[in-house]
């Protein structure tokens, strides 16, 4: 946030709490207010509310991530650039992004891969329709689809394969049909249907998989019905109430599945993406945020994040996903599964949330949760360290996280991941700020004599109070300082961040000219963080090598979450697949290799991708028979027709 | 999967090997000094992160391992964690190397004249120099030679400099350090001391794993060190030893390391410098202590001639792919990868199959030299061959063994009679040649009185000197050899009946012989597949039948196992036939050596080779292998209980094996 904003929210935000402080005396029976809101709740909320719209193809690509307006193109100077007006990159020239990528990856802007311009209708399948169930459906009054543009948008995550096969005009199975609910009563219904007349269900959030979570099972013989919970979005505001336990943890009712966006205009915020989302911006004005900010939090919804067990960049302070929720209500093929009271801890055996999230729809639909909020942030300020190497730099991450003193956000990125995001500086206006810049570059690797081949940046978000984050800064710093690090400006932090928004736009771009990648990540603990990055990424290399891959691919690394006992680490990796047959089968056995390698250097299956199909065969593996017998029996009981038969984890 | 492929039976004559060039050359034409003195820039680890010896002390004294292991063994003994810390550091200083390039250089210069002196050339295979080149930046390299003199690490540490290499930190026994100046000039050159046995040692253990560790992560230098723990006094490959190599491994193991490359590379000497030091030893003459005087006196050796000496650098194996589905490296995820942990029973199997193959290479990469041909004759002909009959003979077995995949290095354009004549008269202090009869120097009528044994001792010297280059080329005929007995000892022609005399013998041999664990069927097949091809025998579906061309080489092949068949059956009637209740393991030897020596001189043993202590070793080692003996601790004594039956049943099994091979022996005579 600008801090000419953030004074005028912050008086807003007293307001608020003033307002309810006052009220105080008659929300002796909040929780029961809550409830009998509920209760009437659905669709007494204007519904100009719905964020997104049900063609979503009519904004957003068919064929590639994000909105249609929005994508890096080179033009015929071949400077890259941003289009569309979303952003803070948007319409911006990128003068280094050229030679960054051809000298990467060995591309070239004249061999060019361009994708199927337009979705071929007669490449999809004809819907298989269960007939009694669409008459069912129709005559209970819910809004039901079968076009195929509608279905084949269905079909798919931005898994590369997936994206990949788009781009080719390769369809495989889709959904034969897709029905929108807009509240929880809607899904009940359709869930009962479901049962009735045994079609299977597969529940579709935001679209943003990267599991194959998505992807309709090919032995799928029953019709396949994509339940779009986009319009369910309502977010209930006049329920605001205060927790008595105390007086800044505030619970906020939201009925809502999709977090995602409607209004989106340049947003005045240092970041460069708009992240004014509605149900997030409504909440700001009112002066409260979740402070859930997973990367790809513009599009994917509540519930899925509920689904996959999501984890967002700020979770130091509001946690990850399971941290936030107070109360989750599931429609399921046994019934309804919640709990009984907003309490914020309970001793009532293993906790049933735990069942429900990162359950990867296999259970049922998430129609209604109960986040905890927090008062929105006085101040926020951007952040980065400079280090000789990736090694201090992990050194300097396990110290904060000892001292329990991590920022909203700290990340590390390794040499090559700087570089890259190096490569996305806007042009520079004035001959003053390349000087500096100048400046700066001749004060590290020659002054300090860092390495540039070697050093390595870490980005930090600071939030809160503005004489504590100063003070929290300092800390860090001086933390910094013991391991070599040098603090390198706010400009350095705030593009980081930003290359985690724009990378799946990117990834776009590398596809128009024979380059594909993917990211992946996983957890693990501090002793082993060095090694897991720097095997895994050999692994890629030889892998590559191996795979006949003729040009030397990128893997990059970032420790991306810090916690008391290990961190998470992410990895993009990418290629020119130039002189392949088959990349992308390429690419999967790259992937698959550098997941074995992980599982094989101590890292964990996944920290907040999720399994989906992906990543299926090292379940047992992960959590032994035992436990994946648990999690297959509580399968049986809840959904014994395999209804939600996306064939997800288990 | 990758390393099955790297050892699958390939058809011997596809075996592709360097080409070698002889190194001393180049010395013959320059100044040592300059050589010595020259500017020496070796190749590095791409991740290597330069240090000092001093530095690397506190690196392993620091490192968590220790530390843990030091708060343990603090407990445990009630010493206070300084007092054990202090202990760690004096034993690392004892084992460190403190590698200095001033000692490379003057090493490089005495042993460029040592070397010219000694032999007539040192080969050295380029590409493989070169491949190391490039193994060297990729990964943390183990180069595991061969070891059959002590000349050999000077050796390895000479080649490295000479090629602009890192020079590698090698693991020596302590005895060596106990040479006044010389263990420092060791010391210097890279050598690090290591006790010969700590079994117990907590401390010890832990000094000297992450002292090895640490050199390896760092990329610092190569680490080298000997498979076989020891030199072969045979020259027979030794049972590997899987200590080190489960050091040097488990940084792989845990993550630490991406791959290590492992480097076989086999030495071999036209004649060895030990030769008949070795054999005294195997007779019962302990080894000499190492000493700076044993050393100087060992000066007379400069005066004579050692012929040629082939080093061959194997292709670096990849321990990744060499582990690739054999070990599951998440196995250490949930202990601190910093707490010991014993290795565990698939862990153990890997290392000793990993081991096993190794030496498998180091074996198949030495250079054989015709002499190793003619002594494998003369050996078999104790009563001495005609010169034109030897010649014929060793023309004939020259093509069996390339047939067979040896690598022998014959001069192409010489004449059969000139390459044995000059064989021949590098080691005359072996044989004598007499109007045209060659004969091992066996009857050489000593100059003083002796008494029996004393000559039997003497030729008995001699034949195991030459044993010990006939045993250089049994590798390649090991496992149709084992075949060849076991046809000649089934019951029937049975493919089955085979095999399973097969399986008994190679089961009987594993101690004496590099035979991989639970290759048996392999080694099988690529038993029937070699003699198949040279049509000795004929493999149908269910039997093997003999070929009519076949009578010789079988007979031949039989007659290379005999003295181990012969000395194994010793050793089985002296446990059946003489021993009592109280055998001590200390004893076993000097015994099983008295009952041998009585059979010769009663005349009822022509086989020298029985007198040798590695044999009876190895027969013990089967024997307790098998369960046919067991040993029982007694007071701080172990004594060897006998079950007699047992081990009389297997000698039975022996001794059909011999005597039907003998008769073979006889038939074969006839035919000549």
């Keep these: 946030m600008a801090s000419n904003s953030s004074s005028s929210t912050a008086q807003q935000r007293l307001r608020i709490i003033a307002g309810h402080l006052q009220k105080r005396p008659e929300d002796e029976n909040a929780s029961v207010a809550a409830q009998e809101c509920k209760a009437e709740a659905p669709r007494s909320e204007p519904s100009s509310a719905t964020p997104v719209p049900r063609r979503r193809q009519e904004i957003m690509k068919w064929n590639g991530w994000g909105y249609s307006d929005s994508r890096f193109l080179f033009t015929k100077k071949g400077q890259a650039e941003f289009t569309g007006k979303r952003y803070r990159l948007s319409g911006l020239i990128l003068p280094s992004l050229k030679d960054w990528f051809e000298g990467t990856f060995g591309a070239n802007l004249q061999h060019r891969s361009p994708a199927t311009p337009s979705l071929n209708l007669s490449a999809v399948a004809p819907p298989n329709l269960n007939q009694p169930f669409v008459e069912d459906l129709k005559a209970a009054g819910l809004v039901v689809s079968h076009d195929p543009e509608d279905r084949v948008f269905r079909a798919h995550g931005h898994c590369l394969h997936e994206v990949f096969a788009l781009r080719e005009g390769r369809i495989g199975r889709v959904p034969d049909m897709v029905v929108w609910p807009s509240c929880h009563s809607d899904v009940e219904k359709i869930v009962e249907l479901a049962c009735k007349h045994n079609v299977c269900l597969i529940p579709y959030g935001g679209g943003t998989s990267v599991s194959s979570a998505l992807e309709c099972p090919r032995e799928e013989t029953r019709s396949i019905v994509s339940l779009d919970t986009s319009q369910m979005s309502n977010i209930h505001l006049k329920d605001v109430f205060i927790m008595r336990c105390t007086a800044v943890t505030l619970t906020l009712h939201i009925v809502s599945l999709t977090a995602g966006s409607e209004t989106l205009h340049k947003a005045s915020t240092p970041l460069c993406l708009s992240r004014n989302t509605f149900p997030v911006r409504l909440l700001n004005e009112h002066g409260y945020c979740t402070g859930h900010e997973p990367d790809s939090m513009e599009f994917s919804s509540l519930g899925g994040w509920v689904a996959t067990r999501a984890s967002g960049m700020k979770k130091n302070i509001y946690g990850n996903i399971e941290d936030l929720v107070v109360h989750i209500k599931m429609v399921t093929p046994r019934g309804v599964i919640e709990k009984s009271c907003l309490g914020p801890r309970m001793s009532t055996g293993p906790d049933i949330h735990h069942f429900i999230l990162g359950s990867e729809g296999t259970l049922g639909v998430v129609t209604e949760v109960t986040l905890k909020i927090r008062p929105l942030p006085e101040y926020q300020k951007y952040g980065s360290v400079v280090f000789p190497n990736f090694q201090q730099g992990v050194a300097c991450l396990r110290e904060v996280a000892r001292q329990r003193c991590a920022p909203a956000s700290i990340r590390l990125m390794d040499n090559e991941q700087f570089q890259f995001g190096h490569a996305l500086k806007p042009q520079v206006s004035s001959m003053f700020t390349s000087f500096l810049d100048g400046l700066k570059k001749f004060y590290i690797t020659k002054f300090k004599g860092f390495d540039p081949q070697h050093l390595c940046v870490a980005t930090l978000l600071f939030e809160g109070d503005r004489g504590k984050v100063l003070q929290h800064e300092k800390q860090v710093y001086d933390i910094a300082a013991k391991f070599g690090g040098l603090a390198a400006g706010e400009d350095n932090g705030q593009r980081g961040y930003m290359l985690t928004f724009v990378i799946a736009y990117l990834r776009d771009l590398g596809m128009d000219y024979y380059v594909i990648g993917e990211s992946f990540e996983t957890s693990v603990p501090w002793d082993r963080v060095l090694d897991l990055c720097r095997n895994v990424k050999e692994r890629i290399v030889r892998e590559c090598k191996e795979r006949g891959v003729q040009f030397p691919p990128l893997p990059l690394s970032r420790v991306t979450q810090t916690y008391d006992a290990g961190a998470c680490v992410y990895f993009y990796f990418a290629f020119n697949y130039r002189g392949l047959n088959d990349p992308v089968h390429v690419y999967e056995q790259v992937e698959h290799a550098a997941r074995e390698e992980i599982l094989a250097n101590g890292g964990s299956l996944s920290h907040h991708h999720g399994v989906g199909k992906l990543r299926k065969e090292w379940m047992k593996e992960s959590v032994s028979g035992v436990g994946l017998g648990m999690l297959k029996s509580v399968k049986e009981y809840v959904d014994p027709q395999n209804i939600f038969g996306n064939r997800n984890l288990l | ?672």
């Design chain 2, 1 to 672: 999967m990758a390393s099955r492929a790297l050892y699958s039976p390939r058809h011997p004559v596809l075996k592709k090997r360097d080409d070698f060039e002889d190194v001393l050359e180049e010395r013959r034409r320059s100044s040592d000094l300059r050589y010595a003195l020259r500017c020496y820039t070796p190749t590095l680890y791409k991740g290597l992160v330069p240090c000092k010896a001093s530095m690397l002390k506190t690196i392993v004294l620091q490192s968590d391992h220790l530390q843990y292991v030091i708060k343990q063994v603090s407990s445990e003994s009630g010493d206070s964690t300084e007092c054990v810390a202090e202990e760690a550091s004096l034993i690392l200083d004892e084992m460190a190397h403190r590698l200095q390039l001033s000692t490379i250089r003057f090493f490089a210069f005495t042993l460029s004249k040592a070397f010219k002196r000694l032999f007539r050339s040192v080969c050295v295979n380029e590409e493989g120099i070169q491949r190391l080149q490039q193994a060297v930046q990729e990964h943390p390299v183990v180069l595991l030679p061969s070891h059959r003199s002590y000349m050999d690490f000077l050796m390895m540490s000479y080649l490295l400099y000479m090629y602009d290499l890192p020079l590698p930190v090698i693991a020596a026994g302590m005895d060596f350090m106990s040479m006044k100046f010389v263990g420092e000039m060791l010391r210097m050159s890279g050598a690090f001391f290591i006790r010969r046995s700590f079994g117990g040692d907590k401390l010890y253990w832990a000094v000297f794993s992450e002292y090895v560790k640490t050199m390896l992560r760092n990329g610092y230098a190569p680490v080298e060190f000997f498979l076989e723990g020891t030199r072969s006094r045979t020259c027979k490959s030794l049972t590997p030893k899987t200590g080190l190599l489960n050091i040097v491994m488990e940084p792989f193991f845990k993550g630490a390391l991406f791959d290590v490359n492992l480097v076989p590379v086999s030495i071999s000497y036209e004649r060895i410098l030990e030769e008949s030091l070795y054999a005294r030893e195997l007779l019962g003459v302990p080894k000499p202590k190492e000493s700076t005087s044993g050393l100087l006196k060992a000066r007379r050796v400069l005066s004579e001639d050692y012929g040629s000496m082939h080093v061959y650098f194997g292709h670096p194996v990849s321990l990744r792919s060499l582990a690739e589905g054999k070990i599951n490296r998440s196995q250490y995820n949930l202990l601190p990868r910093y707490i010991p942990q014993k290795p565990r029973v698939d862990t153990h199997e890997f290392l000793n199959d990993a081991a096993f193959r190794l030496v498998r290479i180091q074996e198949e990469n030495m250079v054989l030299k015709p002499w190793v041909l003619i002594a494998t004759l003369l050996l078999q002909n104790p009563d001495g061959l005609e010169l034109s009959f030897l010649t014929e003979q060793t023309d004939w077995l020259r093509h069996l063994a390339l047939a067979f995949g040896a690598f022998l290095d014959w001069p192409d354009h010489e004449a059969c009679s000139e390459v044995i004549s000059c064989s021949l008269a590098l080691h005359r202090h072996l044989l004598s040649v007499s109007a045209g009869h060659v004969q091992l120097n066996v009857t050489d009528a000593p100059q003083v009185e002796t008494t029996p044994e004393e000559a039997v001792f003497h030729r008995a010297v001699v034949v195991l000197s030459c044993a010990s280059y006939r045993n250089q080329i049994l590798h390649v005929f090991l496992r149709p050899a084992l075949l060849a007995v076991a046809m000649q000892s089934a019951n029937s022609n049975r493919k089955d009946d085979v095999y399973n005399c097969f399986n008994f013998l190679r089961n009987m041999f594993s101690n004496e012989f590099i035979l991989c664990p639970g290759d048996s069927i392999q080694d099988f097949e690529e038993a029937c597949y070699l003699l198949m091809k040279h049509g000795v025998l004929q493999v149908l579906e269910h039997e093997i039948v003999m070929s009519a061309s076949g009578h010789s080489t079988l007979a031949f092949l039989c007659s290379v196992l005999d003295p181990f068949l012969q000395g194994y059956q010793v050793v089985c009637r002296y446990l059946c036939e003489e021993t009592n209740e109280n055998l001590t393991e200390k004893d076993f030897i000097p015994a099983v050596r008295s009952f041998a020596l009585k059979l010769i001189l009663a005349g009822r043993l022509k086989c020298c080779e029985a007198l040798s202590s590695d044999l009876q070793k190895n027969a013990l080692a089967a024997l307790l292998r098998l369960k046919a003996v067991r040993k029982v601790k007694v007071g701080d004594q172990v004594t060897l209980k006998v079950n007699k039956i047992a081990v009389n049943s297997l000698e039975d099994t022996l001794g059909k094996s011999n005597v039907n091979q003998n008769s073979w022996c006889s038939s074969m005579a006839m035919l000549k």
